[in-house]
């Protein structure tokens, strides 16, 4: 038996003010088998004004944040979904479908001026006999370990697939990362985890995959590695984001601020304390200088934040690129005590053992303080640079390097108070430069 449903409403520019998020109810019957939605928008009247609603749903446990009943969420990048017992639209999480209240939600992210008209319609089926729902992995990853030795793993600590607004399985970005030389690709898809199972689930992926969330607020973008746990992005108070960012702290799982930039787009809430930050997103062009320096300002007041990279890539081939951003551009090297497993990962990012290079074969520089404080510098693949040493936010030595593997010595007379950190940089035109590499700081 088939029962259609359909809702319809509006939102105004002034109502999402603090208030983007609007709840559909609707009342899932005993032995249902599937659950289809659809949705449609419009603006009220013709403008050209960015016009934009999100979709998402939760179940009969409710919506309320951090123990809600979510059940997938894919932005506006659909406009329809389904959830069966044994699978579900990629965003959206298979399983039980239990009777009673279910929730839509939908998200009012860009609202014109004159305000937009939504449409809704809710299809439920039903059967005599529901089969029981195939359980899904969870815990711990089965490809626990790709290599055992400690070293410099290079990866890709942002991407997106097609369970969010990404154009490639789960399978085409890994083969594709593998085939660029990456030794690990994290899977940030926005605000679901439907792809973690699946990665769970590989047994022989080319690569190491991390599963990861970018919790996808309508105020900043951040990065959450290593959960199996959703963490909630309906974040529009500086306290809602101190709440969440509280709860995965106690977790023990790294956390960072993404692309805080113009283009980003950027952090508007207030930080809540991250202790990473993305520095360099996609290519060095893309407004990268403006995160460097942010992150800069925090680290000359005092702050210790450990920098990383990731390409922000939302497709590879065979599909078609949709924009500049390419898997592997930048490449964030990790130093993996314990071998490249999930946990080194993890932990490497933790503790600030990060360099950041502009590709997977790209130059590649790390800074070390001995115990009677002199400073070296080791560079590789570097030849043509200039290494350039910044010191509590001012830029206090350059050397131009002839040689493409080696090290450099910081001259005893450059000191620094709060923190070192250094860069290999090469000529851009109109008397810029781009930066190939920059590492994590050390500190005092």
Not at 112 to 128: F, H, K
């Amino acid at each position: 038996m088939r029962r259609k449903l359909e809702f319809d409403g509006a939102f105004w520019a002034g109502s999402v003010q603090g208030h983007p998020f609007h709840y559909v109810s609707f009342e899932v019957p005993p032995r249902c088998s599937r659950v289809e939605v659809a949705y449609h928008f419009a603006p009220v009247s013709e403008t050209e004004e960015p016009a934009t609603v999100d979709i998402g749903i939760f179940d009969v446990r409710g919506t309320e944040p951090l123990t809600g009943g979510f059940r997938g969420w894919s932005g506006s990048a659909r406009r329809s979904f389904f959830i069966e017992r044994e699978s579900a639209t990629p965003g959206f999480l298979a399983g039980p479908l239990p009777a009673g209240s279910w929730s839509v939600v939908l998200g009012g992210y860009e609202i014109p001026e004159a305000g937009l008209r939504w449409w809704l319609t809710i299809a439920l089926e039903t059967s005599q006999r529901v089969r029981r729902a195939a359980p899904n992995p969870s815990g711990s990853p089965r490809h626990s370990s790709v290599r055992r030795a400690p070293g410099w793993y290079r990866g890709d600590l942002h991407s997106h697939t097609d369970h969010s607004d990404g154009s490639n399985s789960i399978a085409e970005m890994a083969h594709f990362a593998k085939k660029r030389g990456l030794d690990y690709l994290a899977i940030t898809d926005h605000n679901t985890t439907s792809h973690m199972p699946v990665i769970d689930g590989w047994r022989d992926a080319p690569l190491l995959l991390v599963p990861g969330e970018e919790v996808t607020t309508y105020s900043g973008h951040a990065n959450v590695w290593g959960f199996r746990e959703w963490v909630d992005f309906r974040l529009t108070t500086d306290e809602e984001m101190q709440r969440v960012f509280r709860w995965v702290e106690a977790r023990k799982r790294p956390f960072s601020m993404n692309h805080p930039k113009r283009v980003g787009p950027p952090w508007a809430l207030a930080d809540p304390g991250f202790g990473v930050r993305e520095v360099w997103q996609a290519p060095w062009r893309w407004y990268n200088w403006e995160s460097v320096d942010a992150w800069d300002e925090q680290l000359a007041a005092g702050r210790r934040i450990v920098p990383v990279g990731g390409s922000d890539a939302h497709s590879a081939p065979p599909a078609e690129p949709v924009h500049p951003h390419h898997v592997g551009d930048p490449t964030t090297w990790l130093y993996c005590a314990g071998g490249l497993n999930e946990a080194s990962v993890l932990g490497a990012i933790t503790d600030g053992r990060t360099t950041i290079s502009d590709g997977p074969r790209g130059p590649f520089l790390t800074i070390a303080q001995d115990a009677e404080g002199r400073v070296a510098a080791t560079f590789e693949r570097a030849a043509g640079t200039t290494l350039e040493f910044i010191a509590d936010g001012e830029r206090k030595h350059r050397a131009d390097l002839t040689r493409g593997r080696g090290a450099y010595a910081l001259p005893a007379d450059v000191r620094f108070e709060r923190y070192l950190r250094a860069e290999l940089r090469t000529p851009a035109g109109h008397g810029r430069e781009d930066v190939r590499a920059l590492c994590a700081p050390i500190y005092r």
